[in-house]
Each structure stands twice: as structure tokens, then as C-alpha cells.
């Protein structure tokens, strides 16, 4: 088999099914054109086998003539040959990966004109204007995207003929401008390059499918891809295809529609339209658009085709379709069809209302799994209260939430000052993939210019970032420092408020209020709750009252990491802590801790009452206990400038006694118990008259007691000793007469503990595993300080295929969890084990943990709904 595929080619599968070799447009092409048999101009796609041996080794040697042979039956069913001095055929050149990934990747269009074809083309059309203008447009795109040249460089001759000849918009500018000005457009490529811009069309066809290649490897596409976590060494295929013209005249339009709304997920056509343009007219927004309704008004019966085409695709597909269409002189033709992207309140409403769609009929398993974890985030995001203040202007809301920050224009400020820690919003006429990255950083963004499916508003809604587009009063002023909406003027820096949902701008800091999830979430997570059944248990990471009470409202099982420390973190608790380390006896000593039981046992009582009935995991004290005391180099440098008092001189001899080169590896967790026993003492102390005290009053408090960090068989059931007998002692029984069981387990962090689980399990009832501790043990990388230069080098570079603090990586540490969960229940059959720590509420994570056998897992409460998510994805693709 070769690398070039007809787009009516017969496959022996469904096309739609082929988009690891025919890329997703590729695929899709093939579906409209080979099964649909909808209106598709005729074309070829090159494979992503052919990016991957290009990347690998070059050019492939068959490649040409592959090429060569699809062009030439190209040429034979559109009845033009490319280049045609007489009556020239032209072809457009695009990307198509696998997984979508808008804007990222170059196209080229108006391919085979050249000064004998251009004329050819006016000739033909008998619109001298229409041929100029697209040969302007080839020599702009090709000398921008294949030949590298800056892009400032060829727009600079377009702003000055418009200017000289007082045209407002490039569809006004006459054909003898656009005659000299492709003339100039040519000088600008000789000076940059060197040499002329090629005349010849297969020289022409070879340059834009190297750059389309090349693309994939940009830096815009790797960061893209690592934020959506795309394999770097998928390739992308290439689409070579005959070009219809929106710009023909105004019989003739371009649009970019969907088959129900993106951002709702109401249903009913909805997108952009603009008369006399071609598709990057829309999709760049350089030009404010017509809603896709307007089509009705100008073109009745090519809206009902369209419209119809809509319910086929989306019966067809099974789901909400993104287009591209072209009109010319009347004709419709669609230039590509894809599932949609959209945001979460839309995802949660489709996935609903598709159960009851005749037309469509999902089950409750596939509407599931078309629910991300970024969709449920994007309903959980910030809104502006009701009182928004003074309304600077509005826009177009393409993408929810509201955000605040500094306003800045250019990418690399917004990546630079996120970076230092402002939040900023990102101002620009139009954003661009090369603004990819200040995008990222930005809490939201805010353009003058473009539709509801412009870059800014498809790259922002993909990834639940609130953004305000074609706000027609936003003028950026030529400083690129500032902008003005009338009389008002907003200088970089200054702070503003954009709300993604209803396109409002505000002048100052808005407060902010959570949003109401909409009601399909929870009929999407109930549904999610019945697939999951008992197979993986949901709990929370909570150590105060609110907080559980919280996770349990979002459908937590239980509390599977509570943090004594945080506990001790408050402005009256520190001080105590502070003089059990100072206490030079044991009767201060002793004191300090009666005072810290009190404290706790308040605590304890709040959470077990907010999760009665449900199982609390607490863990004892784990952190090393130099964060409880003030930094060494604060107080050195104040005792050398001001002099400290005699408290501030003990507390500095404390910390330089605790201070240790690498605490995280240091005295802490239950290596503290050994050397303070009774702290671990006073905690369950605390804990279980806290317990006592809610089965007084009627509770059914359910406790298990985590010893973190052993690393032994040895070290456990020392520390299991001191847990029994403070169990012991406080217990007693209940006034009730009613006992409480209390179960004692450990907290897996390290590779030692993993691989002599065997042997722990003989004295813990369960396992939890800290997945932080155990990653950066496990790969050797510090956690506090691998994010940034060093781990985007080897997500870049591929070095790693995710980063491991975010996705627990199957190889290294999900397969230390399985080892360890075995061996564990080899020893005790009955051992229950479970995850907590962020990865808790992380898909690719929880996907690797209920294949290791895990039980449950947990995550912070707000995490919850998308672990119940998750949990639901794993066991459906687990079988």
C-alpha cells in the first residue's frame, strides 16, 4: 500500500474510522465524498505514514511519483490540468492530524498560479479582480508558510495600497492595484530569500506539502499537543485538494457552521458566513462575520441544502458536526465535517438530550463517555456577580467564565508576567498560533476582531479559557501599549474583567462567584455512578468540616486523605506547635500537646460529622517540623541587622537544629513518631474522643489511621503499637455501649515500601498509596522544582510522553501500585488499598489505578464529580 489515497478511494473499513492513517479531515473527506456522497470538490490525501518517513529519513522515494499519478487523475475528473495557461485548475494544500488540533498546523491555498496562469484565470471567470486577488493571497500565504518569511514583511505592501487607494476592507482594493501589488509582494520575496518566487506548479506543490510536514514539528503544535497531551510521533496527513472560490463574486460566500450550538448546546444550525471570501476570511477573524442564518436571506434553497446536509451528518455521525463550506456563483460545496469541538455546558446538554434523539439515540454509556474532565471544569469556573459595574463594551462571548487580570498585548508579555505571578488578560485585534502560548498563560482574552469560530474563540473554548471576541470598539493603539473604546483608554497593566458567557468588558476587578453547575451534570454523573458500581470507590481529600461537607455534597464516598498538619497551620495553632518544638521538658512538652489535642479534637469531630456514616482516613503528622518554624535565612538576617528577642533566638536555634539538606527525604513522616512519640499519641488521642463524641450523640463515625512513610514490615508495627494503645486507652466504650472499630494502614510514597508490600501488609488493614512522593522517588525528579525549563524539555523533545506529576505514568509508578497491591493481597486477602493525592482525580490516572486493582481513589473535592467521571471511562473501557 502507498501513501496517497483518493478521497474516493474504497477502503475496506468506514473512512471515519481511518484516522490514523487519513488524518481526522482526511478521514472525514473520505466519509462525505466515498459513503455520504455529498457535494465534495475532488481531491487526495497524503498519509500520515508519509509525515512520519519525512520526519524520520526525508522526502519518500515514491512520494513524487505517488503525487504525480493522484494529481494527474485529479486533473482528469475536475477537466483542468494545475497551471493551465488557458483554463488553469488550483488546489488548496492542508494539514489534517489525527486529533484535532485547530490553527496549529499550515495550509496553502490558490496553488498553480503564476503569470501565465493568472491570466488564464481572468480570462476564464472574466473577473480580472478575482484572479489578482487570489494570486495576491498565494504569494502571501506561500511566502509566509513555505518560504519563512516574516509575515509583517507581506502585509506592510497590502496596508499601503489599501491606504493609497482609500480602500476599507481587501475586497475594495481594484484589480489593477492588485496587479502591482502581487508585483511587489514578488520584490519582497527576492529580497528575503534571495530568489524568486516559483512559477512552476509541481515546484509550487512539493514546497507546501514539505511545509504542511513540517508543521507538525513547529513550535506552536509541539506545546499545543503537550497541553492536550498528544503523542509528538503521530505525524499529521496532508490534503491536497481541487479549490472552490468563495470570492468569486457575490453569488458566492465561504462559512464555517455546526450542527447545533457549541457553546449551549442548543440545538439548531449556528456559525459564521461572509459573502465574496475564502475560508481564512472567517476562521482568522479579519473580518466581523454574518451569523449563518443570514445565508436564508441571500441564498434560500443553498440554506435548506445545507441545513439538510446538517441532519445527515449529524444522524450520521452520531453527534454535533463542525463545517466548512463554500459557496461559489451559487453552488454548494463542504470542504470538511468533524465532531465539534465545545464547551462544557454544551457537552453536558448534548450528551442529555442525544439519549432521547430519535434521530441519534446514545446510551447512557456513550453519552458518558463524551464528558472530559475539562468539560466538567469548565462549569465549575468563575462567573461575575450581578453587580458587574460600568460596562466598557461587549463583544461577542465565545468562550464561558469570567476572569481578571492585567492587561497586556503581545503573547510573550502574557507568558512572561503569568510566569512571575500576575494574572493578566491577553488584548489583541486578532490572536494567531504563534500566540498559542500567551494564550495558555492568560486567564482570558479579549479581541477586537472575529467571529464565534475565529482562532481566538475555537483555541480558547478547547481549552475553558473565558474569551470575548470581535469587540468592534476595542481600538489598540499604534503604541501596542494601550487601547481606547471611545473617550476611555486602558494602558497595559491596568486591570479588567471580561465575562466569556455574555461578551461584557468591565473597567477594575470584578468579584467573582462560582457557577451553578447546569442540572445534565448530575444526570451525567448518576449515570456515570450506575456504570461504575462498586468497581472504584470515590473519596475526598479533606481536613476541615466545610471541605468534607463539601465533598460530600459532589458525591465523595468517604474522606480518603485527611491532613493533621493542615490542622495545626491556623494563626492560634502555630504558636503551640512552635512551643512543643521549643519545650526543653517534658512538662512543657506535654502541656503544648494537651493544647494541640483539644484543637484537633474539634477539628476531627467536624469532619467525621460531615462524613458520618462514610470512612475518614486520617493521616498522622507527616511534614518534617522545620515548616512549622520561621525561615533560617529571615531570622539570621534580622539578628544581624535588628537583633531578636529571646523567643526569636530560640526559634531561630530550632529551626538551624531541625534544618536538614533534603527534608522531604529527612525526619518526617512516622520517623517523627519515632523521635516524639507522644505526638502521634495526643493525634489519635484526639481523634478517637472526637469519635466518642459523635457516637454519643448519635453518629456513626467510620476511622482509619494512616501511619505515613514506612518503608517496613519493622517500622509499621512499631508505629501500629503506639496507634493500639492510644486506641486503648482513650476508647473505653461509648455511653451508648457501642464500640468503635478502628482501622490502622500506611501510606506507600516510597519504591522500597512498594516492593517489600508483602511483608507490610502482614501488620496494615490498608494501603494508600501518595502518588506525589512516589513519582518523584520513583523518576528521581524533585516536585518542587522540575516543572518549567526541564520538564517542558522532555515533553518537548519527547523525552517523556507526560508529565509524570500530572499523569501517573503506567510503566514507571502504575506499575510499582500494581506490584505492590498484589504482593499486598497475597499476604492479606482482605487489604483494602487506595490512592490519594491529586492524581486521584486525574482520568489517565484513575484508568491506571483500577487496572492495578485499586479500590478507591482521592482527589480534592471539587475533583470529586470528575472522578466519578472517570472512575465510570475506566471500567467502560475495561470491559
Known amino acids: 500500500m502507498g501513501y496517497t489515497f483518493d478521497f474516493d478511494h474504497e477502503h475496506e473499513r468506514p473512512p471515519m474510522e481511518m484516522k490514523d492513517l487519513l488524518g481526522g479531515k482526511g478521514a472525514n473527506l473520505a466519509e462525505m465524498s466515498s459513503v455520504l456522497g455529498l457535494p465534495v470538490p475532488y481531491g487526495f490525501t497524503i498519509s500520515t505514514e508519509a509525515c512520519r518517513s519525512y520526519m524520520k529519513t526525508g522526502w519518500p522515494d515514491t512520494l513524487t511519483r505517488e503525487v504525480e499519478t493522484h494529481l494527474d487523475r485529479l486533473e482528469e475528473q475536475m477537466g483542468r490540468v494545475l497551471g493551465d495557461a488557458g483554463d488553469p485548475l488550483l488546489v488548496s494544500v492542508r494539514s489534517g492530524a489525527t486529533f484535532s488540533m485547530p490553527g496549529m498546523m499550515d495550509t496553502v491555498l490558490n496553488l498553480g498560479l503564476n503569470e501565465q496562469s493568472v491570466e488564464g484565470l481572468a480570462k476564464q471567470t472574466g473577473d480580472e479582480r478575482f484572479a489578482f486577488d487570489s494570486y495576491r493571497r498565494l504569494v502571501q500565504m506561500y511566502g509566509r508558510i513555505v518560504l519563512g518569511i516574516a509575515g509583517e514583511a507581506l502585509e506592510e505592501p497590502l496596508e499601503r495600497v489599501k491606504k493609497g487607494r482609500g480602500a476599507r476592507s481587501d475586497a475594495e482594493i481594484p484589480a489593477d492595484a492588485l496587479r502591482e501589488l502581487v508585483g511587489e509582494l514578488k520584490e519582497v520575496v527576492l529580497a528575503k530569500t534571495g530568489s524568486a518566487f516559483p512559477e512552476k506548479p509541481a515546484e509550487q506543490l512539493r514546497g507546501a506539502i514539505e511545509a504542511v510536514f513540517k508543521s507538525w514539528e513547529s513550535p506552536r503544535a509541539r506545546a499545543y499537543r503537550a497541553r492536550e497531551r498528544i503523542p509528538h510521533d503521530l505525524g499529521t496527513a496532508v490534503n491536497v485538494q481541487a479549490m472552490v472560490f468563495g470570492n468569486r463574486d457575490e453569488s458566492s460566500g465561504t462559512g464555517v457552521g455546526f450542527t447545533r450550538d457549541p457553546a449551549t448546546g442548543a440545538q439548531g444550525a449556528y456559525g459564521d458566513f461572509l459573502v465574496n471570501a475564502q475560508g481564512e476570511d472567517v476562521v482568522a477573524g479579519i473580518r466581523n462575520t454574518e451569523p449563518l442564518a443570514a445565508i436564508d436571506g441571500r441564498f434560500p434553497e443553498i440554506y435548506a441544502e445545507l441545513l439538510g446536509i446538517f441532519s445527515r451528518l449529524e444522524a450520521h455521525y452520531r453527534d454535533m458536526c463542525d463545517t466548512e463550506f463554500t459557496i461559489e456563483q451559487g453552488k454548494l460545496w463542504m470542504l470538511q465535517t468533524r465532531v465539534g469541538k465545545r464547551t462544557g455546558r454544551a457537552a453536558l446538554r448534548m450528551a442529555v438530550d442525544m439519549v432521547g434523539d430519535d434521530a441519534i439515540r446514545l446510551t447512557h454509556a456513550e453519552a458518558v463517555q463524551r464528558i472530559t474532565a475539562d468539560h466538567i471544569d469548565q462549569v465549575l469556573h468563575p462567573q461575575f456577580k450581578e453587580t458587574a459595574g460600568k460596562v466598557l463594551t461587549k463583544g461577542l462571548g465565545a468562550s464561558p467564565g469570567a476572569a481578571v487580570g492585567a492587561v497586556v498585548f503581545t503573547a510573550d508579555d502574557a507568558a512572561a508576567k503569568a510566569a512571575a505571578g500576575t494574572a493578566v488578560i491577553l488584548v ?69 474583567s471580561i465575562d466569556g458567557s455574555s461578551g461584557e468588558v468591565v473597567v477594575g476587578a470584578v468579584e467573582l462567584t462560582a457557577a451553578e453547575p447546569p442540572v445534565e451534570l448530575e444526570e451525567i454523573l448518576a449515570w456515570a455512578d450506575e456504570i461504575r458500581g462498586d468497581a472504584l470507590g470515590i473519596r475526598a481529600n479533606a481536613d476541615n468540616g466545610p471541605d468534607a461537607a463539601n465533598a460530600r455534597r459532589l458525591g465523595a464516598k468517604g474522606i480518603g486523605l485527611c491532613r493533621t498538619e493542615h490542622m495545626f497551620l491556623g494563626e492560634e495553632r502555630l504558636p503551640i506547635v512552635r512551643r512543643m518544638i521549643l519545650a526543653d521538658t517534658e512538662e512543657e512538652e506535654t502541656a503544648a500537646l494537651e493544647e494541640l ?283
Open 428 to 496: 489583541r485585534n486578532e490572536t494567531s498560533p504563534e500566540d498559542v502560548h500567551g494564550m495558555l498563560a492568560a486567564q482570558g482574552i479579549l479581541t477586537a476582531r472575529g467571529g464565534l469560530v475565529s482562532h481566538a474563540a475555537v483555541v480558547a473554548r478547547g481549552w475553558g479559557k473565558p474569551a470575548v471576541v470581535g469587540a468592534e470598539k476595542v481600538s489598540i493603539n499604534a503604541s501596542g501599549r494601550s487601547f481606547t473604546v471611545g473617550d476611555a483608554t486602558i494602558a497595559e497593566g491596568d486591570v479588567i
Open 597 to 879: 489535642r483539644l484543637a484537633q479534637r474539634a477539628d476531627f469531630i467536624e469532619v467525621l460529622e460531615a462524613m458520618d456514616s462514610l470512612p475518614v482516613v486520617v493521616r498522622l503528622l507527616d511534614p518534617p517540623l522545620h515548616e512549622f518554624l520561621p525561615d533560617v535565612e529571615s531570622l539570621a538576617l534580622k539578628d544581624a541587622t535588628e537583633g531578636l528577642s529571646g523567643e526569636e533566638r530560640r526559634l531561630l536555634d530550632a529551626a538551624r537544629a531541625w534544618r536538614e539538606e533534603n527534608p522531604m527525604l529527612g525526619t518526617r513522616g512516622v520517623r517523627l513518631g519515632v523521635l516524639k512519640p507522644g505526638l502521634y499519641e495526643m493525634q489519635v488521642r484526639a481523634l478517637m474522643e472526637a469519635a466518642l463524641e459523635r457516637v454519643d450523640a448519635g453518629g456513626h463515625p467510620v476511622v482509619e489511621v494512616m501511619i505515613p512513610l514506612t518503608i517496613a514490615r519493622e517500622e509499621l508495627a512499631l508505629a501500629r503499637s503506639w496507634v493500639e494503645k492510644a486506641v486503648e486507652e482513650s476508647a473505653g466504650a461509648a455511653a451508648s455501649g457501642e464500640a468503635i472499630e478502628v482501622a490502622i494502614g500506611t501510606m506507600i510514597e516510597t519504591p522500597r515500601a512498594a516492593l517489600v508490600a508483602g511483608e507490610i501488609a502482614e501488620v496494615a488493614d490498608f494501603f494508600s498509596f501518595g502518588t506525589n512522593d512516589l513519582t518523584q522517588m520513583t523518576f528521581g525528579f524533585s516536585r518542587d522544582d522540575v516543572e518549567g525549563r526541564m520538564m517542558t524539555a522532555y515533553l518537548e523533545q519527547g523525552l517523556l510522553r507526560a508529565n509524570p506529576f500530572e499523569n501517573v505514568d503506567p510503566v514507571g509508578v502504575g506499575e510499582l501500585v500494581r506490584m505492590a497491591v498484589k504482593a499486598g493481597r497475597a499476604t492479606k486477602p482482605e487489604l483494602k488499598c487506595g490512592v490519594c493525592g491529586e492524581h486521584g482525580g486525574d482520568p489517565p490516572s484513575i484508568d491506571v489505578f483500577y487496572r492495578a486493582g485499586i479500590d478507591y481513589v482521592s482527589c480534592s473535592p471539587y475533583r470529586v464529580p470528575i472522578a466519578r467521571l472517570a472512575a465510570a471511562q475506566s471500567v467502560l473501557a475495561g470491559g
